[in-house]
Every structure is written in C-alpha cells, then in structure tokens.
C-alpha cells in the first residue's frame, strides 16, 4: 500500500476524547457497548490526569509537526458527565493553557444529558464549551432504543437537560446553542421527528446519524432508512427556513452543487485537510471510533499519546488503510451515478468479515433514494440540470 501524504497546512484537527468509558443508560444500538466489542469495558472508566497531560503534549507536538487551523476535542463516552466535575474543570484548564502555535482550541461535548445542572452550565461557560445532546425524537420513539440500565425512560431527563442548556444559552452563557444527534429509525416517521426537533424542542441545529450496522448485523432496513430521511429531507424543504441546519441534508446539498469540501466528517471520506482521531480512556489512539463495531484490525491501537507524534500516526498501517479505503470505491460501485456524491458511503457500513471494507454499503439503497429524492427538490427550486448532472459526474 503506498503511503498517503499528508499535506503541513490542516484546515481541521478533531479528536475524539473518551473522557467515560462507562455510561449511565443503555442505548440497545450503541457501538461502544452493544455491538460485540469490549475494548471500552476493558478500558479504565474515566481518562486519567496524567493521559491528559500525555494529550496536550501530543497535541504540542502536533502544532509543531503541523499548521493547525482548528483543533477541536469532543468529550466522548460512555457518558462523559460521569466524569466527576473537579476532574473535567481540571481537564479543561489544561487542554485550554498549552501551547498550540496559534492554532484555535475548540471544546465540545456531546452528552444524553440526564446530568445536566446549573453546576456543569457554570463549568461550560467558563470554559466555552459546545454542547450537543443525543435523542431520537419524541417520547415514543426515544424509548424504543433509548432506556436507562434499568429500562426506564430517558426521555424526560434529556429534555429536562436539553431546557437547562437552551435556557443558558439565551442568557449568553454558551458559545452555542445545544443541537441534536439523533439516529435515524426505520420503524419510525422521519417527518415526526423533524418537527418535534423543531417546533416542540425548538432546536434548530440537528443531525441524522446513518446506524452502525454492517454486515454482521442481520436487523438492518435499508427501505426504511431511505424512507425517514426523504421524510425528514421534504419537511426540512417545505420549512425553507436557513436558520434550520441539518448537517447530513446540507452537506450532501452542497456536494450536489458542486461546493467541494463539503463533506460530512465520518460520512464523507477524504475531506481535504480534515483529520479525526480517537483517543480512548486508556491514552492510546485509534481510528474513527464506530469502526469498533466491526472488532477488525484497524481500529487496534496506533500508539499511545506518550509515544507517537501526529506524524507517526498518519503513517501508521491503520491510518493509512482507512484513508485508502476512502479513495477506492467498492466494485459494486462503480457505475453508479451518485459514486463521486456518495464515495461508498460511511466505512461501517461497507464491513462484512469475508471482505471487510471491499463491500457496497449496506445502505446503499437509503443513499440513492435519498440523493435521489435531493436533486428532485434541487431541480424543483429551479436549479439547471446541467449544474447538477456536472456535480454528479465530476
């Protein structure tokens, strides 16, 4: 396998942070948990001080290697809140006093946030923190996948978190207003959740997540997949409203309209100058983290912070063949008209345990309706044919 370069300037730097490597509820989809994979169980249950101080070294180390535009670290879980909150304020302070060579520190968390107080408001105002909610719609439908440890709902406590956040950010206490993850459902009505995220919740910032099924997963609804996100796409095309970001619709938007760099991070491979890393409990550095699910050799460790710089990790063998990956497009893609927009679709998704990642995404069908159903909307609002068609071929 040639050896991919990485070009000195990078628009953007994401680090994946497992600060928990436990949670509090026990979502029946999660790939952290509950798809075969052990390696967070098998990891300590919170990130220590002293790999903290490993992780701003490394990223010392990266600035120096590297032109950093942004460096953005996302406390992960688990459930990061279970992080205590002398711990988490300690973490901040360090990864907010190192010496990055100019490059912009950005802090985010994405959380369920049934823990949310005004005590962790206080620490996320102090520290700019971005905060991101995960929930799947209304009560119904949240609770279908979404229940605590001892299958209650968590419905309430999310939105209870959601309000308390909502609420600082319009006292001017956040750098954001929360969004929403919410994975989509087959069994469910895209257009319900849709408008409970936006006229019930007020969110106006939200993304639907592709599952994290491969071909080890005998459930998976490619129709249906296909069909909540045409429902959610025609809401979100009616509203017409450009305050309502939906990053999977607007990016694949985008792509159609030529825009380039418009990719989804973990979605759309190769984005230029756009990297992300995990970095478990335990300090050491993986690959993108839903490839946990598949329990290959890729996601094996690269390294541990305390012993490889930025650029050990991009040539490392797992790097390397997860970036490859993104180049070549499966065999049964080839043809395809939406081969160039959908580039395979997200890796995950493409994993069977005869070929690996040489396989069509078994989503493949959600894909080509939705970008399908896309360029109908595009065509209807009055945009040529020939723009888009030149998209779709370049």
Known sequence: MPDLLIEKNIRHLEIILKISERCNINCDYCYVFNKGNSAADDSPARLSNKNIHHLVCFLQRACQEYKIGTVQIDFHGGEPLLMKKENFTNMCIQLTSGNYCGSNIRLALQTNATLIDNEWIAIFEKYSVNVSISIDGPKHINDRHRLDT???????????????????????????????????????????????????????SF??????????????????????????????????????????????????????????????PNITGVYALTVSSDGFVRVDDTLRSTSDKMFNPIGHLSEVNLSNVFASPQFQEYSSIGQSLPTECEGCIWENICAGGRIVNRFSTEDRFKRKSIYCYSMRTFLSRSSAHLLNMGIEEERIMTSIRA
């Open 150 to 204: 001892k299958g209650r709902s968590t419905y309430e406590a999310t939105v209870r978190g959601l309000r308390i956040l909502q609420h600082a950010y319009q006292q001017g206490r956040l750098p954001s207003d929360p969004g929403i993850l919410c994975v989509a459902n087959a069994q469910a009505n895209g257009a319900e959740i849709y408008r409970h995220f936006v006229d019930e919740l007020g969110v106006y």
């Open 207 to 268: 993304d639907f997540l592709i599952p994290d099924d491969s071909y080890k997963d005998a459930h998976s609804d490619a129709v249906g997949i296909g069909r909540f996100l045409n429902e959610a796409l025609d809401e979100w095309v009616k509203d017409n409203n450009a305050k309502i970001f939906v990053r999977l619709f607007q990016t694949h938007i985008a792509s159609l309209l030529g825009q380039k760099n418009s990719g989804v991070l973990g979605h759309t």
